[in-house]
């Protein structure tokens, strides 16, 4: 079992930088792939980007490549999101994901564990 929790959302102004946090607590995320998924007005909730645990690989979508990274720390509990020129696209609810295995899945129903989701939005 692995409880999430996000934090680090707010309100921005666009043009503005944002750096979330998910910690992991039960285990450590060695053993899994971690995601980044964003909800907006729309129920669906979209991949942002992701992190293989095992060799550090990432993944973004294409609408935050460039401007999202994606990155995790050495102990093995958290992984991070920093968000530069925010746009007033970007506003949602963004949640921390993660997914026994490797692979880097790109659809939420592929992944396991949720964080509560922490709110992000970014004024024109």
């Known amino acids: 079992q692995v409880q999430l929790v996000e934090s680090g959302g707010g309100l921005v102004q666009a043009g503005g930088s944002l750096r979330l946090s998910c910690a992991a607590s039960?285990?450590?995320?060695?053993?899994?792939?971690m995601a980044w998924f964003r909800q907006g007005l729309e129920k669906e909730r979209k991949f942002v980007g992701g992190?293989?645990?095992?060799?550090?690989?990432?993944q973004e979508a294409d609408s935050v490549k460039g401007r999202f990274t994606i990155s995790r720390d050495n102990a093995g509990t958290t992984v991070y999101l920093q968000m530069n020129n925010l746009k007033p696209e970007d506003t949602g609810v963004y949640y921390c994901?993660?997914?026994?295995?490797?692979?880097?899945?790109?659809?939420?129903?592929?992944?396991?564990?949720w964080g509560q989701g922490t709110q992000v939005t970014v004024s024109s």
């Open positions: 994901a993660a997914a026994s295995g490797s692979y880097l899945f790109r659809t939420a129903r592929d992944y396991t564990y």
């Open positions: 039960g285990r450590t995320l060695s053993a899994y792939t």
């Open positions: 992190i293989r645990w095992a060799d550090g690989t990432t």
